[in-house]
């Protein structure tokens, strides 16, 4: 069975530019979720797809953090414009509910945002 | 506000010897616990996890104990090997929300 995968694994930018990640959650998997952790500290809580709602987007840093699951499959986040603040792991997890709520994590997309 | 929070930035560890590692949390509608290991350039896997209708919950070398008056809980690893190396996320969910809250990591080092 594939695991969570995640695209691309390093993106290094400038400020102002745009950067889209990708996710491809485990088949089946209707939850979604997205983290971000910075150098250190905690992995932190951006948002959970349920399908293809939006569950709970309370971690969105602001509004120019878009997150999109067209489908209910595989989910994108658009970072536009990108800031020095906006770098990081960015990793997503899936999840089904029947599996007692564990998540499994795809390897990350390492943002550099020069 | 940190409602996760590991205090323990790193630890060494002897091999053979146990590995315990903490954990606080400070919301009191946290009921489920998880433990994920996370080696360099890979994302998090899952290690063990505890509901708070138990204080305790074993798999192979690696127990978690849940001190719900305290808002603690603690990981367990006997005996330590060096293929324990890597760092280890606390994180703590309240039923229904699916919103998982980690902790900031503790990086264990097992010594050879």
């Known amino acids: 069975e594939a695991g969570v995968t995640q695209f691309p694994s390093h993106s290094v930018i400038e400020k102002g530019q745009t950067v889209t990640l990708r996710c491809d959650p485990i088949s089946g998997h209707d939850n979604l979720y997205w983290y971000r952790r910075v150098m250190g500290k905690e992995i932190k809580f951006l948002l959970h797809?349920?399908?293809?709602?939006?569950?709970?987007e309370s971690g969105m840093p602001n509004n120019r953090f878009l997150a999109e699951r067209t489908g209910g499959t595989y989910s994108t986040l658009k970072v536009q414009p990108a800031e020095l603040e906006d770098s990081g792991v960015y990793f997503c997890?899936?999840?089904?509910?029947?599996?007692?709520?564990?998540?499994?994590f795809g390897s990350g997309t390492q943002l550099s945002v020069l | 506000d940190q409602q996760v929070k590991q205090n323990s930035p790193s630890l060494s560890v002897q091999e053979g010897r146990i590995s315990i590692l903490n954990c606080d949390y400070t919301n009191s509608m946290f009921d489920y616990f998880l433990w994920y290991k996370k080696y360099p350039a890979e994302g998090p896997t899952f290690l063990i996890s505890?509901?708070?209708?138990?204080d305790k919950n074993e798999d192979g070398r690696f127990t978690v104990f849940l001190n719900k008056s305290a808002k603690h809980l603690s990981l367990h690893i006997v005996p330590s090997q060096p293929g324990d190396s890597a760092v280890y996320f606390c994180?703590?969910?309240?039923?229904?929300?699916?919103?998982?809250?980690f902790g900031t990591g503790t990086r264990l080092k097992v010594l050879a």
């Open positions: 994180a703590a969910s309240a039923s229904g929300t699916y919103k998982y809250i």
């Open positions: 797809f349920v399908k293809e709602s939006k569950q709970d």
């Open positions: 997890a899936s999840s089904q509910e029947n599996l007692g709520g564990k998540l499994f």
């Open positions: 505890i509901s708070s209708i138990k």
